[in-house]
């Protein structure tokens, strides 16, 4: 008896999910909808990168909603309430994955701003350390112009071999010795050559500069006789120059005869010094300034 | 033999029938509750202003929640508070996932001027550094 009512309770059931498996449609709108958002999402590599948890429910639960619609129907309440829950958390994983992809726009954001900042920072330490270099050379500039007046006398005198130089407030001022003339005589000896054409071609070099030639004699003999001898000696040192190319504006002569003595007069030696042309180099093309210290006879 | 082995599969359906059918008939007050403070944090996260129209979806899901467990429909009840909880789950990730992005959209803003700033600064520098680079070289 129990053997019967078994059977047909089995066969009953069995006939009713076949009435129901035959009328069910296989899709619906929302298990549509459901396959297309989940598989969009997993699509996405921003969710399966930052939202896969999220995706995984959404998965789970399309697969839900198809077990339900294969057994129910896709109709059918628990198959659309799946579908519906499965499209929504594909959303939801579309939505984490935005979030999470703009915080990360914002943190490179931020590199970038730091970037932007560095970069401005280190224009403004070059642009200082230019400056800084610009003001050194300006200093080295101006060293290397006082360094180079000094050596002018070194300059001169190493071009001018044979011709005793130093530098004054008035210029270089080269001292030809009495080896130039014959006593009491103002024409040049032979060997007056060679320190006058080093001094010619010194010129010749330096056209903007320019020279005084100033000439001196012991305290022996009439002071005219003397000033005009010293005159007549500068005058032939000038000349001598100026016949050697070198432009007679340049070139200036001046007699000062028992005046400006280097020494005392009072012996041979020193009288030796007193006789003497000097040749006074102006510092470029400055203007060589008169003689001021006393000392005339 | 079978007989046994029928009956006590019989007994065990009956069984489960019966956990099945207890199992959904008291309301899903706990469904309730999780939709009620996901809708919360949809709120919180500014749901209303950035995305209305999921957090609308989410309170009228649960009301019809609400209005099923008041009728003693428990099914319908416990479906609709699950759907109501996904809803405010995307009010939720949706006003988050808003937000962030006006925050980049500031941020380029932001970086936009700081850029132009900066080519400004470096350029009007520019101009006037070469004058004085170039007379050392004289």
């Known amino acids: ?297 | 033999m079978i007989t046994v082995n029928g009956l006590r599969n019989f007994l065990w359906c009956v069984t489960a029938f019966g956990i099945v059918a207890c199992a959904s008939a008291p309301m899903p007050v706990e469904k309730l509750a999780v939709a009620k403070s996901a809708i919360d944090r949809a709120e919180q996260a500014q749901a209303a202003q950035f995305a209305q129209v999921e957090l609308n979806t989410a309170r009228n899901k649960y009301a019809a929640a609400q209005a099923a467990a008041d009728k003693h429909d428990a099914d319908i009840a416990a479906r609709m508070a699950d759907q109501a909880e996904v809803d405010a789950q995307l009010a939720e990730s949706t006003a988050r996932a808003k937000q962030q992005e006006q925050l980049v959209e500031q941020m380029d803003a932001g970086l936009r001027d700081l850029r132009n700033e900066a080519q400004r600064n470096s350029s009007g520098a520019g101009a006037s550094a070469p004058q004085p680079q170039s007379q050392p070289q004289n």
């Open chain 1, 1 to 297: 008896m129990k053997r019967t009512h078994l059977l047909a309770l089995a066969v009953a059931t069995t006939a009713l999910a076949l009435a129901s498996c035959e009328s069910t449609p296989k899709n619906s709108a929302l298990l549509t909808q459901a396959r297309d958002t989940v598989a969009q999402a997993g699509n996405d590599p921003n969710v399966t990168r930052y939202a896969p948890t999220e995706l995984d429910r959404a998965r789970k639960l399309l697969t839900n909603a198809e077990g339900a619609a294969k057994e129910k129907g896709a109709s059918n309440v628990t198959a659309s309430h799946y579908a519906y829950l499965a499209t929504q958390m594909a959303r939801i994983a579309e939505q984490r994955a935005h979030e999470q992809v703009a915080m990360a726009r914002i943190k490179q954001g931020e590199t970038e701003r730091q970037q932007i900042l560095l970069s401005a920072r280190e224009g403004e330490a070059e642009r200082a350390k230019a400056d800084a270099a610009q003001a050194r050379n300006e200093v080295q500039n101006a060293q290397a112009q006082i360094a180079q007046a000094q050596s002018e006398a070194q300059r001169l005198a190493a071009q001018l071999e044979d011709v005793q130089a130093s530098q004054t407030s008035r210029g270089t001022v080269l001292t030809l010795g009495d080896v130039l003339f014959d006593t009491g005589r103002a024409e040049l000896k032979p060997g007056a050559t060679r320190p006058i054409e080093q001094i010619a071609a010194f010129l010749n070099e330096h056209p903007e500069r320019h020279i005084q030639v100033e000439g001196f004699t012991d305290s022996q003999g009439p002071d005219d006789y003397n000033l005009e001898l010293s005159q007549k000696r500068a005058d032939a040192v000038a000349m001598a120059i100026i016949q050697r190319g070198v432009d007679a504006q340049r070139v200036r002569a001046l007699g000062y005869g028992e005046g400006f003595p280097k020494a005392s007069n009072t012996d041979a030696g020193s009288r030796q010094l007193n006789r003497r042309v000097e040749i006074v180099v102006s510092n470029g093309d400055q203007a060589i300034p008169g003689r001021t210290t006393a000392g005339s006879p």
